[in-house]
């Protein structure tokens, strides 16, 4: 299928499995049915979503968002400056100052590290993929941050891009499944991207910037849940169970962690 140019809004409402779908599933199929579609924007999602606009499509960053001007909203001229301001600024995300100039300093210093901002340049900025998947007969989505050659590059804001610590975040956070969800889509739409990159920016000063690419063994791990994540949403949409924790009701025997074994037997 064709790639879409549409609003990152239209995208989460399209048809499709997209990598944040597995991740619920991942969870239990009772949590993604429970959370699908009802998932409140936190304002680190805005600050996020922010930065991710900023450095990639900052010539349409103003449609989308605006600060709060500084006023005085006890005041009757307060009062008139944030109407008017309000009435203007229907249908865009608001930030304050702070925010505002949090995001800037973020975007900036991405997009003068030497190498993330050659990465970010000549390329194509959020597009909108589609596919089938064969094997389950089901509709599947991706959208990456950036497309250059043979790159797809994907932006992260984390509180620690040094690599000890951002290889734990990409593991918790599942980012072996992105980087073989989004290879495996973009090849099943025609596009040949060989390598996933991962730009990690911290969100305080000063901002540092660390670039990763995903490796085989990050990307096979990715392959092994991802697919399984499929299988089992497939197989809930059958059958229209979506079990909890475990597909079939079981006693579990609950041990020690295994820090409280160490302290309390072998110490």
């Known amino acids: 299928m064709k790639p879409e140019k549409m609003t990152n809004a239209e995208y989460h409402a399209a048809e499709g499995v997209s990598k944040s779908d597995l991740d619920l599933i991942h ?13 409140l924007q936190t304002p680190a999602m805005l600050i996020g979503s ?16 605006t ?43 991405v997009l003068n590290h030497s190498l993330a901002g050659k990465l970010l ?18 509709l599947c989505k991706c959208r990456p941050d950036y497309l250059k050659g043979r790159y797809c590059i994907d ?31 973009l090849k099943a739409c025609g596009v040949n991207a060989e390598e996933f990159i991962f730009i990690a920016v911290e969100k305080e000063p000063p901002y540092a910037v660390c670039v990763y690419v995903a490796g085989e063994d990050f990307l096979r791990l990715g392959e092994k849940e991802a697919e399984k994540d ?3 949403y497939r197989r809930c949409l059958e059958t229209g169970c979506w079990h909890g924790y475990d597909e079939e009701p079981a006693i579990h025997t609950l041990e020690l962690p295994a820090w409280v074994r160490k302290e309390a037997y072998y110490e």
Request: proline content about 3%; charged content about 25%.
């Open 27 to 39: 969870l239990s199929p009772a949590h993604f049915k429970a959370r699908k579609g009802n998932q």
């Open 50 to 65: 922010a930065i991710h606009k900023l450095v990639l499509e900052p010539d349409d960053f103003g449609n989308e968002y």
């Open 67 to 109: 600060a709060v001007p500084e006023c005085d909203r006890r005041t009757k001229e307060g009062k008139a400056i944030y109407a008017e301001f309000m009435e203007k600024s229907a249908g865009k995300s608001l930030l304050t100052a702070q925010q505002l100039a949090d995001v800037s300093a973020v975007s900036d210093a």
């Open 121 to 138: 340049a000549g390329g194509q900025a959020e597009t909108s993929y589609f596919w089938h998947d064969e094997k389950n007969s089901l």
């Open 155 to 185: 932006l992260k804001t984390t509180q620690s891009a040094r690599p000890e610590d951002f290889m734990k975040s990409a593991y918790n956070f599942r980012y072996h499944v992105q980087a073989y969800w989004y290879l495996k889509g």
């Open 230 to 232: 499929l299988e089992t």
